[in-house]
């Protein structure tokens, strides 16, 4: 402190770099510290140092940012405000910062940098003389008239303000003390921090070291404010809609801001407002509109600074963008429906009658809830595909939800707001994203559903998925009802096994088997082919693939119920033919070689068009086969059958093998087999034992026991594949009768079916399955339960062409369909009339 009574700051200030806001002398600010640079000053001067020149810091605004660039220092501005750190408060949420309220002493300019880290050290020169008052000093300033007339005239504005002002706001009080109190020549500086005034403007305030430039510069924008207010006290009386307006621009003018506009409104007051006109246009039931208002009312008092107050107005969003009464209009002509889902896909007649059907009641009856469909089959037949194309058909909007994996409940019925990141679940979140109230959600692999300590989603899905609940489904984020009851749930599932009964119950299942041979090339040159050469790059000039070959890649090259498979077969024949075209694309154009010029006749020939894929071509692409028929060739000595399994994945052919050697009557079962497998092969060894003598079976020494003295060794093979279920009880039964008959189970048949302690044969599922595999696989004659013969209705013509069909009551009817000649011994049984 100087003799003569002024405020002398050091030569040395740390400068604190700031990119927001304008610290004048004579007011105080609050910046938040965030940067490198500025934290280390913090730590090392304001929090470590005692006496009043340690508080006092350089505040200089720069034209960088100081956090996108540490290691530089950044363009600072050439002129700064000294200042004292009333204030410092530090946190580490939601990282460490520091906020500091800095009151403005004087300015000064950087004569040369010192250091530049850990923080900014600069040598200053100081331009204003701040003394010390402690009495108002209200004369005329010492000068020339025309600066003593600048700030009587600039004194007389300031007093004209705080007349058309709320005296009784805080801001507007402080600043009524402050001008009676302050020295006239730091009016300038007050006066343009606490009206509404830009960041540019206060620079230029800033940079002005002359007082009478200052008064100049800062008098129109005090004129300006002075302007804005008239004209708002007189629209009052045109509008009363703007007093409200009104009111805040004279509580608020006070308040640094950005520059002053006639048009500006509250935008708190604005957006709350705009939020009750679109919640009453919103169209949602009384209960939610209820819950609503009583939220928006909380909401209008509640600050800003609660944590509450984003987590209230998102759920206000959110209830005003569902679609509580938005609908799209369904297309409802049947016959270009029929058309579209022809077009778009191959086969599958159940899956389109049932659209078809519902579209029709639609037409009769338009208030038709939407059906839970669950389209169950194997991998890649088409169950994704077919749930789009329904969308279209309907002119409905299309979302997809995977389940796949999901374990959580709140997934399906979202979080309660009482947590922290509460969100709505996954139906509630669909439909915001659609828009419609009505759309096609497909639910993808709900058979996948996990279950965790956070709850069952399977379960969560129940009241989604009953028509008789979902009319009200009440997610737990807007714990208000949503009605679904129009939505049409599509489900997809691999198999029904996983999915929980009370679920399944729900659902309306359609089966969706895999195709026949016949059916994959029609797919494949409909759909797959043309699909692959738009994806590679080729015309149907460039590349043909007869039937034949298509018919190479199906037996020879994939062996599945869908088509993914045979998709990316069809891929890599693709990608070969790109070569040679690109290849014939270079020789066409007769581009040189790095050893200089080439002629055309040096190149290799471009190849004809259209390329032709042989069995030789699919070879040389594809490689060997993958798959033979070697049904033939398994079947070449006794003690072994062919049955049919089926899987999530589709039918498949299984092979059972059988061998004895001296022993002591143990039997041995290796193949990963599942309970319900072991005691179908206990159950065929008891009945073979049973009826030895009529079936003329021995063991290895001739005797009527077929186990005495032999060890019997069982066998599935593909043994790292887990097997159970009840099919393969007469495939075990063949394959023991074989073995102890020494006689060849015929190389063309498969089978299917249980067995009962008494000989007859149970039905089994999965019919259409096991059957097209066997198509596949080239088998002639199938072995089915006799009350298995309804489902053979569902296999297309020519399946049931080529194939020998024959049912079996017995395991009689079995033996004697398995073996050439039929089997000795093998007789119906007598039937017993009934004495009731």
């Known amino acids: 402190m100087s003799a003569g009574g002024g405020i002398k700051i050091p030569s040395r200030l740390p400068l604190l770099l700031i990119d927001e806001g304008v610290l004048l002398p004579g007011s105080t600010v609050r910046f938040s510290v965030n940067s490198p640079r500025n934290m280390h000053l913090v730590k090392h001067r304001l929090l470590t140092g005692t006496s009043l020149k340690s508080t006092i810091i350089g505040v200089i605004p720069n034209t960088r940012d100081p956090e996108h660039d540490t290691d530089q220092l950044p363009a600072l501005h050439k002129i700064g405000t000294a200042g004292i750190a009333v204030q410092v408060v530090g946190s580490n949420w939601p990282k460490p910062h520091y906020t500091l309220l800095i009151t403005g002493l004087c300015r000064f300019s950087v004569s040369s940098l010192l250091r530049e880290q850990p923080f900014v050290l600069a040598e200053v020169e100081q331009l204003d003389q701040l003394e010390q008052y402690t009495n108002p000093a209200i004369d005329d300033l010492p000068g020339d008239g025309e600066l003593g007339e600048l700030s009587q005239k600039f004194y007389q504005a300031a007093l004209q303000l705080l007349g058309m002002l709320d005296i009784s706001v805080p801001v507007v009080a402080k600043f009524r003390r402050m001008l009676d109190s302050l020295p006239k020549e730091t009016l300038p500086d007050v006066v343009a921090s606490m009206i509404r005034t830009s960041n540019?403007?206060?620079?230029?305030?800033?940079?002005?070291?002359?007082?009478?430039?200052?008064?100049?510069?800062?008098?129109?924008?005090?004129?300006?404010?002075?302007?804005?207010?008239?004209?708002?006290?007189?629209?009052?009386?045109?509008?009363?809609?703007?007093?409200?307006?009104?009111?805040?621009?004279?509580?608020?003018?006070?308040?640094?801001?950005?520059?002053?506009?006639?048009?500006?409104?509250?935008?708190?007051?604005?957006?709350?407002?705009?939020?009750?006109?679109?919640?009453?246009?919103?169209?949602m039931p009384e209960a939610a509109l209820k819950v609503c208002l009583k939220e928006l009312k909380r909401l209008k008092k509640m600050p800003q600074s609660m944590p509450e107050y984003a987590l209230t107005r998102n759920y206000l969003d959110l209830m005003v963008e569902l679609p509580w009464s938005k609908s799209t209009k369904d297309c409802l002509d049947i016959r270009a429906a029929r058309t579209l889902l022809d077009n778009d896909h191959y086969a599958l007649d159940k899956l389109k009658r049932r659209v078809l059907e519902y579209l029709a009641v639609r037409q009769l009856k338009a208030s038709?809830?939407?059906?839970?469909?669950?389209?169950?089959?194997?991998?890649?037949?088409?169950?994704?595909?077919?749930?789009?194309?329904?969308?279209?058909?309907?002119?409905?909007?299309?979302?997809?939800?995977?389940?796949?994996?999901?374990?959580?409940?709140?997934?399906?019925?979202?979080?309660?707001?009482?947590?922290?990141?509460?969100?709505?679940?996954?139906?509630?979140?669909?439909?915001?994203?659609?828009?419609?109230?009505?759309?096609?959600?497909?639910?993808?692999?709900?058979?996948?559903?996990?279950?965790?300590?956070?709850?069952?989603?399977?379960?969560?899905?129940?009241?989604?998925?009953?028509?008789?609940?979902?009319?009200?489904?009440?997610?737990?984020?807007?714990?208000?009802?949503?009605?679904?009851?129009?939505?049409?749930?599509?489900?997809?599932?691999?198999?029904?096994?996983?999915?929980?009964?009370?679920?399944?119950?729900?659902?309306?299942?359609?089966?969706?088997?895999?195709?026949?041979?016949?059916?994959?090339?029609?797919?494949?040159?409909?759909?797959?082919?043309?699909?692959?050469?738009?994806?590679?790059?080729?015309?149907?000039?460039?590349?043909?693939?007869?039937?034949?070959?298509?018919?190479?890649?199906?037996?020879?090259?994939?062996?599945e119920a869908g088509v993914r498979s045979l998709e990316r077969k069809i891929g890599a024949v693709c990608r070969a033919v790109a070569v040679k075209v690109a290849e014939g694309h270079r020789t066409d154009s007769g581009e040189s070689s790095a050893g200089g010029s080439t002629q055309h006749g040096d190149l290799a020939a471009p190849p004809e068009m259209p390329i032709v894929i042989d069995s030789a071509a699919l070879k040389d692409i594809l490689g060997q086969p993958q798959f033979e028929m070697e049904v033939s060739e398994r079947l070449t000595l006794p003690g072994v059958a062919l049955g049919l399994a089926w899987t999530p994945f589709g039918g498949e052919i299984m092979f059972v093998e059988a061998s004895r050697m001296e022993g002591e009557g143990q039997l041995t079962l290796t193949g990963q087999l599942g309970d319900v497998m072991k005691e179908s092969a206990h159950l065929a060894i008891s009945w073979l034992r049973a009826n030895a003598r009529t079936y003329q079976l021995t063991n290895l020494v001739g005797?009527?026991?077929?186990?005495?003295?032999?060890?019997?060794?069982?066998?599935?093979?593909?043994?790292?594949?887990?097997?159970?279920?009840?099919?393969?009880?007469?495939?075990?039964?063949?394959?023991?009768?074989?073995?102890?008959?020494?006689?060849?189970?015929?190389?063309?048949?498969?089978?299917?079916?249980?067995?009962?302690?008494?000989?007859?044969?149970?039905?089994?599922?999965?019919?259409?399955?096991?059957?097209?595999?066997?198509?596949?696989?080239?088998?002639?004659?199938?072995?089915?339960?006799?009350?298995?013969?309804?489902?053979?209705?569902?296999?297309?013509?020519?399946?049931?062409?080529?194939?020998?069909?024959?049912?079996?009551?017995?395991?009689?009817?079995?033996?004697?369909?398995?073996?050439?000649?039929?089997?000795?011994?093998?007789?119906?049984?007598?039937?017993?009339?009934?004495?009731?």
């Not at 996990?450 to 129940?462: E, T």
């Not at 208000?480 to 749930?489: E, H, I, P, R």
């Not at 066998?715 to 887990?722: E, I, K, L």
């Not at 097997?723 to 189970?745: H, W, Y």
């Open 200 to 283: 540019k403007e206060k620079l230029q305030v800033l940079e002005a070291v002359s007082l009478e430039e200052r008064f100049k510069m800062v008098l129109p924008m005090l004129m300006r404010q002075i302007e804005g207010l008239k004209l708002l006290q007189k629209t009052r009386k045109s509008n009363p809609d703007q007093e409200k307006m009104v009111l805040k621009m004279r509580k608020g003018a006070m308040l640094p801001s950005r520059p002053f506009s006639l048009d500006e409104e509250d935008e708190d007051e604005d957006d709350t407002a705009a939020l009750e006109r679109k919640l009453q246009r919103a169209n």
């Open 703 to 836: 005797g009527p026991d077929p186990l005495e003295g032999t060890d019997i060794h069982l066998h599935f093979p593909a043994g790292a594949v887990t097997k159970d279920g009840p099919s393969a009880g007469v495939t075990i039964v063949t394959c023991l009768a074989s073995l102890f008959s020494r006689r060849l189970v015929r190389s063309d048949v498969a089978m299917t079916g249980e067995i009962t302690l008494r000989g007859l044969v149970l039905p089994v599922g999965g019919i259409k399955d096991k059957v097209l595999a066997a198509h596949r696989a080239g088998v002639k004659r199938v072995i089915l339960p006799e009350r298995n013969q309804k489902d053979l209705e569902e296999l297309p013509a020519n399946v049931r062409a080529d194939l020998d069909f024959v049912t079996a009551r017995t395991l009689d009817d079995v033996l004697n369909a398995a073996f050439d000649g039929g089997f000795p011994g093998a007789t119906v049984p007598t039937q017993l009339a009934s004495k009731l």
């Open 368 to 559: 038709l809830k939407g059906p839970i469909l669950c389209f169950v089959g194997p991998p890649g037949v088409g169950k994704t595909s077919v749930g789009r194309s329904i969308a279209k058909t309907l002119g409905r909007e299309f979302h997809r939800i995977a389940l796949g994996g999901v374990c959580d409940q709140s997934d399906i019925r979202g979080h309660r707001r009482t947590y922290v990141g509460s969100m709505p679940g996954r139906i509630i979140n669909g439909l915001k994203t659609v828009g419609v109230n009505n759309p096609v959600f497909l639910l993808d692999e709900v058979d996948k559903l996990g279950k965790s300590l956070q709850g069952d989603p399977a379960a969560a899905l129940l009241e989604v998925l009953d028509p008789e609940q979902n009319h009200s489904f009440t997610d737990h984020y807007l714990n208000v009802a949503f009605d679904l009851s129009q939505v049409l749930f599509i489900a997809t599932a691999n198999t029904t096994a996983t999915i929980p009964p009370a679920l399944l119950d729900r659902m309306e299942v359609l089966q969706v088997p895999g195709y026949t041979q016949e059916e994959k090339v029609e797919i494949a040159h409909r759909h797959l082919i043309p699909n692959q050469l738009e994806q590679h790059g080729l015309t149907p000039q460039q590349l043909h693939i007869p039937q034949d070959t298509t018919q190479d890649i199906i037996t020879r090259y994939t062996r």
